[in-house]
């Protein structure tokens, strides 16, 4: 069985062949620039990458160009399957799911149309998915699909985890509660934690923590979500490449005052403009920001050490939900390739027998799984390279 992800944003989009068989992947790449001049489609597969520059004025041409990538090649290289019978099913990544979906759906019309009444939810990230769905079903007629959540994981969530504190009648009319994010990133790595240590998922009581742009962390106990940092949007949770994090809200309504912004404006600040952006005046880009710190810049510190005191804080408070710990995960682009940030997030949690071996620490990402806490360190410490595109596959193989 093959089945084609498709991660769609408003002018790009990722994809990747995955062959269900052994889990590999056939081919993957995405396209830039949809409807914006200067349109270039990236595709890599058996061993090449190849680019294709060519308009792609809406998102039904960039998935035309897609399969014609996949079936023809490109330049006549990198061609993968004959035709796009060839392809089971298609699964989207989709961001939020409100409560209408609590679990991965097959799509068709009813399901298309809750959709769009949703897309309220995440204005930056579902319309995009649905111009992808839309582009797969004019171009793949008839062709079995699934949406895939990003909140799914968290569905597990208690109702005293997942509300605010808000007049009761409030949430019940309008959903307003967390519902997290990175969810099949955390659903990934905790599955492969428990694989890599020979353990029944159901047994362990994990922490995992996403960090990349966006950051998340979840405590999972026996395989399900129970908390999450990320609220009714990403912003919310630990300081990040270009958002606030957790702030309280009067302190918007002040900088909004202050500052002459309106509202929209005030949310387009604190989601781009600030988190370790903001504070270092430098990059949300962590490499940008540890070159500034050990070149002595201190702003650049200050945003690190803002970042690691805040993951901290959530794996200590994660802790006393899960009434302790046997895992705890670092995965995505931070977690996956900066000791220091490990270290500093890390250190000083010995006495909650957390301990990283150093050597071990340092070790550079290969793309494989290592342990990176000390021998007689309670909790074991893993980092493990997230694959989002497989669990999207994975949900999408099993619903068929
Ligand atoms: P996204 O949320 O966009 O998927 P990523 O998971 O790719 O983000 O994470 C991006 C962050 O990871 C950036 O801050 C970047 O500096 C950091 N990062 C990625 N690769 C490396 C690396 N090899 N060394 C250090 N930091 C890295």
Do not use: W
Not at 273 to 300: H, P
């Amino acid at each position: 069985m093959k089945i084609l992800v498709i991660n769609a944003g408003s002018s790009s989009l990722k994809y990747q062949l995955i062959d269900m068989e052994n889990e590999s992947v056939l081919a993957k790449g995405g396209c830039e620039r949809i409807g914006i001049p200067g349109g270039k489609l990236t595709h890599k597969a058996c061993g090449g990458s190849y680019v294709l520059e060519q308009e792609m004025p809406n998102h039904t041409d960039a998935i035309s160009l897609v399969l014609k990538a996949l079936t023809d090649g490109v330049g006549g290289q990198g061609a993968v399957i004959s035709s796009m019978d060839e392809i089971d099913a298609v699964g989207h990544r989709v961001v939020a799911s409100g409560e209408a979906f609590k679990k991965t759906t097959l799509v068709d019309d009813e399901v298309m149309k809750t959709m769009d009444v949703i897309a309220e939810l995440a204005p930056l990230h579902n319309p995009a998915a649905i111009l992808g769905v839309n582009a797969c079903r004019a171009v793949m007629p008839g062709k079995k699909m699934a949406l895939v959540f990003d909140t799914s994981f968290h569905a597990t969530m208690p109702d005293y985890a997942y509300l605010y504190a808000i007049d009761y009648d409030d949430y019940k009319a309008y959903h307003v509660r967390r519902y997290g994010a990175h969810g099949t990133s955390h659903k990934y790595v905790s599955g492969e934690a428990a694989r890599y240590l020979g353990k029944d998922i159901g047994e362990l009581k994990m922490i995992t923590c996403h960090l990349g742009n966006g950051s998340s962390i979840s405590a999972v106990k026996g395989g399900k979500c129970i908390d999450t940092s990320m609220g009714f949007t990403p912003l919310a949770g630990v300081p990040m490449g270009t958002r606030s994090g957790d702030i309280d809200v009067a302190a918007i309504d002040y900088l909004c005052h202050k500052k002459g912004m309106t509202m929209d404006e005030g949310l387009n600040y604190l989601n781009k403009k600030c988190g370790v952006l903001g504070i270092s005046g430098i990059s949300s880009d962590f490499r940008d920001l540890e070159a500034a710190e050990a070149a002595g810049n201190d702003r650049a510190r200050l945003a690190l050490d803002m970042f690691a005191y805040g993951c901290k804080k959530y794996v200590g408070a994660y802790m006393a939900v899960l009434g302790g710990l046997d895992v705890l995960v670092f995965t995505a682009g931070i977690g996956e390739n900066t000791p220091e940030i490990r270290e500093k997030i890390v250190g000083g949690l010995e006495a909650f027998g957390i301990v990283l071996d150093s050597a071990r620490n340092s070790m550079k990402n290969d793309g494989t799984i290592h342990e990176i806490s000390a021998a007689d360190s309670r909790v074991k410490v893993l980092v493990i390279p997230t694959n989002e595109e497989l669990v999207i596959a994975r949900e999408t193989a099993a619903l068929l």
